[in-house]
Structure formats: structure tokens, C-alpha cells
Nanobody
């Protein structure tokens, strides 16, 4: 079955950086558009970034554009989220997601906590 395992979360001060990783298994990774979402306490889960499987094109939420970078390594079945210039409002649980190329079904990881203190 499809498994997505996030790592790299933690606590950092404002202005710092973190890199999240998501290791995927049980799927043909190179055919999946991969993304990151986040959910802060009391808020709905929101889109952060995604990278298209076909051409590597990337999309970002306006709130992270210019600070976060999504990338993928198809040889390692891993997607990354480099987060720079972190702000307290970036505090959330970050989830990795994989979109099935034909059905559009979205698989989710278990999430990793990111806490940014001011």
C-alpha cells in the first residue's frame, strides 16, 4: 500500500530554516504529483506547495512564495520542502500528499510538526 513518511520537522526561531522530507513507497513515485499541506491549530488544512510529476513545474501558496522551495528526487522516491525565513504563522503540522495520476485520489502522510517561535 501507499505510504508517505514525513521527517524534518522541529522547533526553530523566526527567521530560521528547516527542510522537510517525505519518503514514499508503494507507488510509482515519478508518476505522482507531490505536494505539501499544513494545518495550524483551530484552522483548516491548507495548500502550501506542489510539484507536477510530468515536468517538475512547481506551485506555491502566496503566503510561502519566495521563502519555501519544493523539490523531488525520483531516484530516492522523496519530495522535499525547504523552508527559509520562517515566521511564527508558519507553525503547523505539515503533511505530504501524493495525487494518483489517473484517479486523482490523494494519499496523505501522518504529518510532522513545525513550530516557529518569535
Amino acid at each position: 500500500q501507499v505510504q508517505l513518511v514525513e521527517s524534518g520537522g522541529g522547533s526553530v526561531q523566526a527567521g530560521g530554516s528547516l527542510r522537510l522530507s517525505c519518503a514514499a513507497s508503494g507507488l510509482t513515485f515519478s508518476r505522482y504529483t507531490m505536494g505539501w499541506f499544513r494545518q495550524a491549530p483551530g484552522k483548516e488544512r491548507e495548500f502550501v506547495a506542489k510539484i507536477r510529476w510530468s515536468d517538475g513545474y512547481t506551485y506555491y501558496a502566496d503566503s510561502v512564495k519566495g521563502r519555501f522551495t519544493i523539490s523531488r528526487d525520483n531516484a530516492k522516491n522523496t519530495v522535499y520542502l525547504q523552508m527559509n525565513s520562517l515566521k511564527p504563522e508558519d507553525t503547523a503540522v505539515y503533511y505530504c500528499a501524493a495525487d494518483h495520476p489517473t484517479t486523482g485520489h490523494r494519499y496523505w502522510g501522518q504529518g510532522t510538526q513545525v513550530t516557529v517561535s518569535s
